[in-house]
């Protein structure tokens, strides 16, 4: 979507097509078949620093729908919980002091030891940490496990889908520098007042095909010359571009014409992970908070998805150990932790839980990760001339977020329509300039 609005912008006729009969892929919605609600795939949420998605929602029409909050709510073992929160008034990194020494689910000792930690994080080049893991970056700075497992868990597993101690130290620090450290604006959090099919409901495209299959792509040597619709139609252009999963992209590309373009050489090595989202319905109020980050799983974030509360929707990031298990089981667990973290639920009752597991969500952002991701356009030297591609797995400077994928399409449409539709980084704020902060 971001690609075609982009070109479209450049005033190049697209036709997208769209297998499933409605936008947004695994940030969408789908019907749910025991009462036709519709229901997100998963809870997506934005960042302030996440300036393209922005960008992108301005263009579709869909800006108005997202609302942001400046507190971040935690719930920790016991229930309790604890907000931060930025001083618009103040520069960041300055901007969370006041919130932070505040912050009482963490102890004295831990409240210092993540301050030093954003320090150094400040002044870090994430191009040196490229190879290192976040928890050996985590180990070498002395941060307390307890801390890793009530704060690092609950931003890096989110915001990664990946393990906090196996993800990549440079993505990992990115999130912290882009969203808290940058500029006051970056960490304040958006959410959809809406499903996130809606969010599409004003895409506009001029030739866009709904519920429509492709059957073949069909080559000639290094280019792409048509392509085949399960109804037999050939449609034909000067650019092609594939925004589809990696797992995808290699389905419809044959090995004997990948093999020439070095863009698919490494892609069998990308590793997927999973998301998991449940539906919670009680009979009654349960959070008043917008969402609240918990301090002890296994739900790791959980959301008000109704104006009375009694509508909750949990996520659980990097899924693995979820994937096989018994949906009866996982949601028993799942509605016993709500009723010890919100006092409110106690004596409520359980109406009903879907559970929407995601297997391929996004792909592990582990150590030397860019070594792997391709570019959208093929190299001069060899390679598809005419095939692009767009999705979150491809080289952005971004890990596997909205965000991500937004950047991919506007570079893939740079390269079609040379010029560029990237919307500048949020300005680094003069404390964390003189931290040594530099992009």
Known sequence: ?????????????????????????????FEDPQTGELLDNCQHVLLGCCTNLIDFYRRIGAESLIRFHRQIHFRDERGKRHDLFGLSSLPA?????????????????????????MLHMAGEDRATLADVCFGEWLDAHAQPESLVRKF???????????????????????????????????????????????????????????????????????????????????LAADAYVLATNHHAVQKWVPADVAEHDRRFSKLDRL?????LGVHLWFDRPIMIES??????????????????????????SAARTFVDRSKDEMLGEFERQVRETFAEARDAKLLRGVIVIEKRATFSPTPGIDRIRPTQVAAKEGGISNLYLAGDYT?????????????????????????????????IEWPARFLGYRR
């Not at 697209?14 to 969408?28: F, I, N, P, Y």
């Open 1 to 29: 979507m971001s690609c075609a609005v982009a070109l479209e912008a450049a005033g190049i006729r697209v036709t997208l097509l769209e297998a499933r009969k409605s936008l947004g892929g695994r940030a969408g919605s």
């Open 93 to 117: 990194p300055f901007h969370l002091a006041a919130s932070l020494a505040q912050f009482s689910a963490l102890s004295l000792e831990e409240r210092w030891k993540l301050t030093e930690a």
């Open 152 to 234: 690092y868990d609950a931003v890096v597993i989110s915001g990664l889908n990946e393990d906090t101690r196996r993800a990549s130290a440079a993505y990992a620090i990115q999130i912290f520098q882009e969203s808290l450290l940058a500029n006051r604006a970056g960490y304040v959090v958006g959410m959809p007042a809406s499903t996130l099919g809606a969010l599409y409901e004003k895409f506009a495209c001029a030739d866009l095909r709904l519920s429509t299959r492709l059957k073949e792509i069909r080559f000639d040597r290094d280019r792409i010359i048509a392509v085949e619709l399960q109804n037999g139609e050939l």
């Open 271 to 275: 590793e997927s992970v999973p998301i």
């Open 291 to 316: 969402h609240a980050a918990l301090m002890r799983g296994p739900l790791q974030w959980v959301f008000r998805k109704d104006l009375a509360g009694k509508a909750l929707h949990g996520v659980i």
């Open 395 to 427: 080289q952005t400077g971004w890990p596997a977020t909205m965000e991500g994928a937004v950047r991919s399409g506007y570079l893939a449409a740079q390269a079609i329509a040379g010029r560029s539709f990237l919307v500048d980084d949020l300005p």
